[in-house]
């Protein structure tokens, strides 16, 4: 247990009104015209969902620059963005085919929505066969695969594994999960559990390289359970309905209430192994001052992806599997942890680095996330109007 | 003190990630652009899902049969066994009863027969060929629903508008492949 003070009441604000007024402005004006998409003032209900939405997400970046506190602010928008997501995609696929499966039809008319979980399991097709072993669009339509692709790169050569924490809305809901309890029932874990996701990586690239198929999505995804699965018609999809409804009760909301670890993201997911290693490309990183720093081990209790021990308080950095979430930047008492810009000097600006990361991993989970919670919106404004 | 390294280096790092985000920023807002550059390269949905490209259309009376070239995909090399879709459509214009000799694999000649009632699930493949068969279950495949932005090169399975009856039927490179 960790014996430093709680610093959840450090003094606050760190900055003044005015000034974080002004930093936060060029963010309004990013999440303003990336939500003003398709629709966005077509009627009353659209144009509320609108600017409730810019509202609560930029209210949010302007608490997060004003008090310096990251996590905070970001797991409230992160879980409203993966509540709001599953509310909206399923509400959206009970309307268009009057049920949450995805159909054979679909599959065979490749119209089947893309998601980004399937991307490790495309590229080796795709180089060697030329084929994207996904039903789905390749351009146009909804969630095409191309889409899906360059908002992956963007998002990797910007913020890194930083996706995990602020674009991949399917994290919200362990993130959510991980906080309801104060202290974690399972305690002991073992560290070399961090390998996993590589190992279930390595699997599924193999598998779907053989099978031209999307084994992974196909067989294991929890998250399957939130946004689309098909349709039970035979007893082959029955059984890989019992295993995602399976690794969604385990993964999502059982182990994460129990460790307070997002252990899906943690110790499984294939798509976060391949961030942990394309994060690398990305200019941002989290470093421990260990000068500064007095081991009370509060971030190692306190990380919720299994990235902390004693020996990244030696090092002065976390395990490459750090998602950014900012919860030990946060937390620190000491002011030990902190975002940075590799390359840069660890003594200098350290508010000003994670201003500078803040920008675009916010305009990932705002200003593309976001349209989450403005459809959702759009749709309990429907539904009672 | 700071050397003249470091103040390059802090330049630096916040140049990389001011470039960063403006590289970012950009594609997103050239995402479609992109996406259709990335269709322009000839990728194509996988024809394990799509049922592979139109071979030939034969037109009958009021509907046309759409055969699909055998599907024997694999990553490198082929496989020993795949599989042949055929679509009948459109759906509301197929007669209740359905026999059509096939040439599955388009050597020119024809060495199955394949009967379906087209309201009922149920399917007769006959041929005296131990590489053909057995069929899968018909499937009622919905007009497309997506509006196709930019059509990717080859349509998925057949005319994307039309109501069709689609069957896959198994078909090995050689006798040889018979498990
Ligand atoms: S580890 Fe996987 S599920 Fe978790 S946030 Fe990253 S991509 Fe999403
Ligand atoms: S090391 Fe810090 S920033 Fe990284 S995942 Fe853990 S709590 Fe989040």
Not at chain 1, 72 to 84: E, H, N, Q, S, W
Not at chain 1, 283 to 300: H, W
Not at chain 2, 153 to 165: C, H, L, Q, R, V
Request: aromatic letters at 10%.
């Amino acid at each position: 247990m960790s014996h430093c003070p709680e610093n959840k009441d450090a003094p606050l604000p760190v900055k003044s009104r005015g000034k974080s007024l002004l930093l936060s402005l060029p963010m309004l004006a990013i999440t303003a015209s990336m939500l003003a998409g398709r629709g966005a003032f077509a009627t009353n209900g659209s144009t509320f969902a609108y600017f409730a939405s810019l509202f609560f997400l930029n209210f949010m970046f302007y608490k997060m620059v004003r008090t310096g506190k990251t996590d905070k602010y970001r797991a409230i928008v992160f879980i409203t963005l993966a509540g709001a997501a599953a509310f909206s995609f399923m509400s959206f696929f009970l309307e268009l085919r009057g049920a949450f499966g995805v159909t054979p039809s679909e599959i065979m008319r490749g119209e089947v929505p893309a998601c980004h979980m399937v991307l490790p399991m495309l590229f080796l097709p795709a180089l060697f066969s030329k084929t994207i072993v996904f039903p789905g669009l390749i351009t146009g339509g909804f969630a095409s695969i191309a889409v899906l692709t360059v908002f992956w790169a963007a998002a990797t050569l910007t913020i890194g594994k930083g996706y995990c924490s602020w674009f991949c809305f399917l994290g919200g809901f362990e993130d959510g999960f991980s906080r309801i309890f104060k202290s974690p029932v399972i305690k002991r874990i073992r560290p070399d559990l961090r390998l996993l996701p590589f190992a279930v990586l390595l699997t599924a690239v193999l598998t779907s390289a053989y099978t031209l198929t999307h084994t992974y999505c196909e067989w294991v995804c929890p998250y399957k359970m939130v946004t689309e699965f098909e349709q039970v018609v035979s007893l082959k999809l029955l059984v890989q309905s019992a295993i995602f409804i399976f690794t969604f009760s385990l993964l999502v909301v059982a182990l994460p209430l129990l460790t307070r670890l997002r252990t899906q993201c943690a110790f499984f997911c294939p798509f976060g192994a391949m961030q942990t290693l394309a994060g690398k490309l990305a200019p941002f990183e989290i470093r421990i001052d260990t000068e500064k720093c007095s081991r009370c081990g509060k971030c190692l209790t306190e990380c919720p992806d299994f990235s902390l021990d004693k020996d990244s308080l030696e090092r002065g950095k976390p395990h490459i599997s750090c998602h950014l979430c900012g919860k030990c930047v946060d937390l620190c008492p000491d002011k030990a942890i902190f975002f940075h810009i590799k390359g840069t000097s660890l003594k200098t600006d350290l508010e000003a680095q994670r201003i500078f990361f803040l920008y675009p991993a916010f305009t990932f989970l705002a200003g593309i996330t976001g349209m989450n919670l403005q459809q959702a919106l759009l749709r309990i404004i429907n539904f009672f109007a | 003190m700071t050397t003249l390294k470091e103040k390059i280096k802090q330049a630096a790092g916040y140049a990389w990630a001011a470039a960063a985000f403006a590289a970012a920023l950009a594609a997103l807002s050239s995402h479609e652009g992109i996406g259709r550059g990335i269709a322009a390269t000839g990728l194509r949905i996988s024809p394990v899902f799509s049922g592979g490209e139109l071979a030939r259309t034969i037109n009958r009376k009021g509907y046309s049969v759409f055969i699909h070239r055998p599907v024997f995909d694999a990553l490198l090399r082929e496989k020993k066994e795949g599989f042949v879709q055929v679509d009948w459509g459109p759906a509301e214009a197929l007669p209740a009863r359905l026999s059509e000799t096939l040439d599955l694999d388009g050597d020119g000649r024809a060495e199955s027969i394949l009967e379906l009632e087209t309201a009922g699930p149920e399917v007769k493949l006959r041929t005296e060929d131990c590489r053909v068969g057995p069929a899968e279950k018909p499937l009622l495949v919905e007009k497309a629903r997506t509006v196709r932005l930019y059509q990717e090169p080859e349509p998925p399975s057949g005319p994307a508008d039309m109501k069709k009856i689609t069957v896959r039927i198994t078909l090995r490179k050689s006798c040889a492949a018979v498990k």
